[in-house]
């Protein structure tokens, strides 16, 4: 029979005698208020097991509690909210988890042939600890993504390197190597740059580059200082 009332149960069944919750059908259903034939909203079980909604208005799809907004899908702006109401393409409130056996990977493609411009990995670095690599990609699509900055578990950084072996290692395919320290501030008396060597509380030694005499006076210094006292370097060029 098409309907069948499991009074053992208290269930009702459509195009099954054996429904499996209070209320089972076998086939398609069609939920909402129809409208010229058809519904505000439609759930489907598709042929390769996908369950599809489908709606004919703007309205928002909201999955969950309606009062903490659990899943929002914006379908009028195409966007997707988690815990809030979307106002960008994906908008989350809470924590994100990427699991993977090795990786997780953040892609970052243009609508333009889908080129991948960037990408962000968390990964294992062999010794069952974590590290981070941000990889930026020349337009070319044959080309991979190259690593530009690595951030290893124990706190070393890598530009140009996925290997580094100190706490900030350098390298660039360049015979000539450069890292540039400016200060933002307008050019003065006493404005330059300074490197800090030392401990956590300690200042061990300090270099400086700053100007002496104005940006037009005739001096730039170099400055090496050791200890905490920056009012007697122990060498000047």
């Known amino acids: 029979s098409i309907l069948h009332v499991d009074d053992v149960n208290n269930r009702v069944g459509v195009i099954t005698t054996t429904p499996r919750a209070d209320f089972e059908?076998?086939?398609?259903?069609?939920?909402?208020?129809?409208?010229?034939?058809?519904?505000?909203?439609?759930?489907?079980?598709?042929?390769?097991?996908?369950?599809?909604?489908?709606?004919?208005?703007?309205?928002?799809?909201?999955?969950?509690?309606?009062?903490?907004?659990?899943?929002?899908?914006?379908?009028?702006?195409?966007?997707?909210?988690?815990?809030?109401?979307?106002?960008?393409?994906?908008?989350?409130?809470?924590?994100?988890?990427?699991?993977?056996?090795?990786?997780?990977?953040?892609?970052?493609?243009?609508?333009?042939?889908?080129?991948?411009?960037?990408?962000?990995?968390?990964?294992?670095?062999?010794?069952?600890?974590?590290?981070f690599k941000f990889k930026v990609k020349p337009d070319a699509a044959s080309v991979p993504a190259e690593t530009a900055l690595t951030i290893r578990q124990d706190g070393d950084v890598g530009i140009g390197t996925e290997t580094p072996g100190s706490k900030l290692d350098i390298r660039d395919s360049d015979s000539l190597a450069t890292l540039n320290i400016r200060s933002s501030a307008s050019q003065a008396d006493g404005v330059g740059s300074r490197i800090i060597l030392g401990q956590t509380t300690d200042s061990i030694a300090q270099i400086e580059a700053k100007y002496n005499g104005g940006i037009t006076g005739p001096n730039k210094d170099l400055l090496f200082y050791c200890g905490g006292n920056i009012s007697n370097p122990k060498v000047i060029f």
């Open 25 to 131: 059908v076998a086939g398609n259903a069609i939920l909402g208020v129809a409208l010229i034939g058809e519904s505000d909203c439609r759930l489907q079980r598709e042929a390769n097991g996908d369950l599809k909604i489908e709606k004919n208005n703007d309205a928002n799809v909201l999955i969950g509690n309606i009062a903490t907004n659990t899943l929002i899908v914006d379908t009028a702006n195409r966007r997707v909210g988690i815990n809030r109401i979307p106002t960008e393409d994906l908008d989350i409130s809470g924590n994100i988890q990427l699991n993977n056996s090795k990786t997780g990977k953040i892609v970052f493609n243009d609508d333009n042939g889908g080129h991948e411009h960037a990408e962000i990995d968390a990964e294992d670095d062999g010794t069952n600890g974590g590290q």
